[in-house]
């Protein structure tokens, strides 16, 4: 999960059985909130990220982010980089961003 905040996607798919999740987000005191509250569960990992310095080559079958598409954070610059970097190359990869409507013009 890219920007995971609370984490509610990517525990979501722990939840469904998913084998291994890593939550990730830019600000260091979400992700230590995120392992202290759930690093018991082994499929779970736990990362900073910050999209426009991500060097990672480790790739993903699905990657999951959750408004994380404002133009504050640059977040519709960025993102779509880190999924076509990060995103496994195969036809049952899956990336899925989700963004509220904020007003009319958004």
Avoid: N
Avoid at 22 to 40: I, K, M, P
Avoid at 70 to 85: D, N, Q, Y
């Amino acid at each position: 999960e890219v920007g995971a905040g609370v984490g509610l996607s990517g525990l979501a798919c722990r939840a469904c059985g998913a084998s291994r999740v890593l939550l990730t987000d830019a600000e260091l005191r979400l992700v230590e909130s995120l392992r202290s509250h759930h690093g018991h569960h082994a499929e779970l990992g736990f990362e900073t990220l910050d999209w426009k310095t991500d060097s990672g080559s480790e790739q993903f079958d699905v990657i999951l982010g959750s408004d994380i598409l404002l133009s504050v954070c640059e977040g519709h610059i960025f993102a779509p980089r880190l999924v076509a970097r990060r995103l496994r190359h195969h036809a049952a990869s899956r990336a899925l961003l989700m963004s509220a409507v904020r007003c009319g013009s958004t």
